[in-house]
């Protein structure tokens, strides 16, 4: 599959039913799923529904998640990616929200922060976004830091879905101010 992203260490790509050994191994993994509602997958029937249900955001809205694929190993090692939300969430509807999730073994090594700069920049510059949201457990200091190092401000905490979250907005104007 076409290459969607590139950076120095990383393919960004669409998510495709061949991802869905390495998306269970990562979803099936309780310490992933610590701030995200403690629900890590059971089956893979379960994934391939993710894969699904992604595939068929990129065919409506033309975005969604991506495969993150290591360079030098052409491994998954997780996903990245712009989301329209449609429904409300904190407020608002018919956003745009960043959102990561890596496999634990490449947790700490930067991939969150190379991945989610691209993704931005790719929001800003080729969907031609004026502002992008993100979401974190507020417990997941490390997923916030991510943010705030690529240029997020922190607005608030919210409940989303019953945990406590903190809502971060990044607009066009400071991201150039960033690059």
């Given at each position: 599959m076409?290459?969607?992203?590139?950076?120095e260490r990383l393919i960004l790509r669409e998510i495709v039913p061949e991802d869905e050994d390495a998306l269970?191994?990562?979803?099936?993994?309780p310490e992933v799923h610590r701030f995200l509602g403690n629900s890590p997958v059971k089956t893979i029937?379960?994934?391939?529904?993710?894969?699904k249900m992604l595939q068929q955001q990129y065919k409506d809205n033309g975005i969604a998640r991506w495969a993150v694929i290591e360079k030098s190993?052409?491994?998954?090692?997780?996903?990245?990616?712009?989301?329209?939300y449609k429904q409300e969430v904190n407020g608002h509807i018919n956003f745009y929200e960043l959102g990561y999730r890596f496999n634990k073994k490449y947790w700490g090594q930067g991939f969150a922060t190379e991945a989610a700069k691209a993704c931005v920049d790719f929001g800003f510059k080729k969907l031609n976004l004026t502002e992008?949201?993100?979401?974190?457990?507020?417990?997941?200091?490390?997923?916030n830091k991510v943010l705030e190092k690529i240029g997020f401000k922190y607005i608030e905490k919210f409940d989303f879905e019953g945990d406590e979250s903190d809502w971060f907005k990044l607009n066009r104007v400071d991201w150039k101010k960033i690059k």
């Open positions: 076409k290459s969607l992203l590139e950076t269970f191994e990562m979803d099936s993994d029937d379960q994934i391939r529904d993710v894969i190993s052409g491994k998954f090692i997780g996903w990245c990616g712009l989301k329209l992008i949201y993100a979401m974190t457990d507020s417990l997941n200091v490390n997923s």
